[in-house]
Each structure stands twice: as C-alpha cells, then as structure tokens.
C-alpha cells in the first residue's frame, strides 16, 4: 500500500511539474538603443508576453511586449497603448543561455539582455499560465485566447501597416471577420485583403480560415492583448499579389472612452 501512495505521489508531482514547466519565466537587463531598460516576460509554446521597464526605480515608462517564434527567432514588438497602438520597438531576437540575443528593426542595431534577478520585483508566475506584472498590481496576460472581438493593429519594421477586426452578430452568435494589410513601399501596390462572415468560432476563439478562391489557410490565435496569424497550407501568393502577406502579430487597439 505504501508502495502505491509512493508511485501515486510520484506521478502526480511528476505531472504537476510539466504542467508548471510549460510556461518558462525571464527577468533581462541591457540596453536597447542605447537606452538603459529591463523585461519581464512569460515565454509558452513560441509566444512572449510581458513587458518592458526603463531602468529606474520609479518605473514611470512601462511598454507592453509581444513576440512570436519564427524560425528560431522571436519577432518582437514593443509598445504602449495608453492613447492608441504605438510602436516603440521591433526587435528580432533569439534566447540563447537564458539571454535575449537579436538585432532591433530596422537599423539592426545589437541587442544583449542578461537575464537577472530582480530583488524588488514579485513574482511574475503568481498564477498558473499568466504573466503577473512584477511591479503593477493587479496587471496580468493570460496566456490563453481572451479577447476575441474588436480592432486588431499591425505594423512592421518597414512601416507596412494593417488590420484586423472582428465583430461578432447578436442574432446568431456567428463572426464577420476583415484583414486588411497595405503594400508597404516595395510591394507596388499588392496589398492583402480578406473578408469573411458567418464564421463560429469554437470558445477559446481560435481558428483556422481557408480562402475559398485560392486555397489558402491560415490560423488565428489570440492571447490576452493580441493575436498571432500563421499560414497553415497553400500559398498566399493566389490570393494576394507578390509579397503580401497577412502573418505576424496584431496587437489590440484598446477601447475608447
């Protein structure tokens, strides 16, 4: 019987410490352009959340980051959203020994964060699949799908900007979604549309779409404060002209008033 209870506590620690481990938690230090700052991130299946502090005790400056894995690199936005979408920083990074290694965009400027302890911060891992802000009370990024409806804002290192929304209909509980992404200066003119109604969306609000002129599929997952596009199958190429795309990270425009 003692044998038993042995193996049983054995396994359930076991899994409770898998469970814990899906999501790995970082404090870095260093500079970005210059500039004297430190992050406090949450990291889980390819996606960053969390945010960036000017170094200094008063951390009056706070910017949001959100970043995805791509190709063993994160693309990595930095921003505020107190009076709309600002875009402070694009960084293309990788985690390498702990440290935050990578370039910022576009000027490619080095960046090396050293990953640290941060005696006066709380703990960022409070609860379970959340990053907790070390130094705000009571802010917190779910790292799960959360918001769903609204205006969702792109933009990259080249200033290409686009759009996301989806608006949810009372009378039937179906979604009408719209993806709009300009040309940026390079791509003449090929901007990426997309418009589709009538889609149910399952309760996590994650979902795949697939253009039904050209075949090509996409997925949409959404975290606390944007969401992630992902080409799935098929080239994006007939449907949008040459270089368009509509992956990457859009952030949430927050709600007026």
Same mark, same amino acid.
Not at 30 to 49: E, R, Y
């Given at each position: 019987m003692k044998a038993k209870c042995f193996i049983l506590l054995f396994v359930t620690t076991l899994s409770l410490q898998l469970f814990a481990g899906d999501m790995e938690y970082y404090f870095w230090k260093?500079?970005?352009?210059?500039?004297? @700052? !430190?992050?406090?991130?949450? @990291? !889980?299946?390819?996606?960053?959340?969390g945010e960036m502090f000017e170094d200094n005790v008063e951390y009056e400056a706070i910017y949001n980051v959100a970043g995805y894995e791509t190709d063993g690199m994160y693309d990595i936005r930095i921003y505020n959203d107190n009076d709309g979408v600002n875009f402070m920083y694009f960084m293309r990074c990788e985690i390498k020994g702990g440290d935050l290694i990578g370039i910022t965009q576009p000027d490619g400027n080095k960046v090396k964060m050293k990953k640290f302890k941060d005696k006066y911060a709380r703990p960022i891992n409070r609860e379970p699949g959340m990053y907790s802000s070390p130094y705000i009370e009571g802010k917190n990024f779910r790292m799960e799908g959360w918001d769903r409806g609204g205006r969702y804002l792109y933009e990259n290192p080249m200033h290409v900007k686009g759009e996301l929304t989806l608006w949810g209909s009372m009378n039937d509980d179906s979604y009408t979604l719209s993806i709009r992404r300009d040309s940026g200066p390079y791509n003449g003119g090929n901007d990426a549309l997309v418009d589709a109604s009538g889609l149910f969306l399952p309760d996590n609000g994650n979902f795949e779409y697939t253009i039904p002129y050209c075949g090509y599929t996409f997925s949409v997952k959404f975290y606390d404060h944007f969401l992630v596009i992902r080409s799935l199958f098929g080239p994006p190429s007939g449907c949008f002209g040459s270089g368009a795309a509509i992956t990457g990270i859009y952030i949430l425009e927050p709600a007026k008033g």
């Open positions: 260093g500079k970005i352009n210059g500039s004297d @700052v !430190k992050l406090a991130c949450a @990291v !889980k299946d390819g996606v960053m959340t």
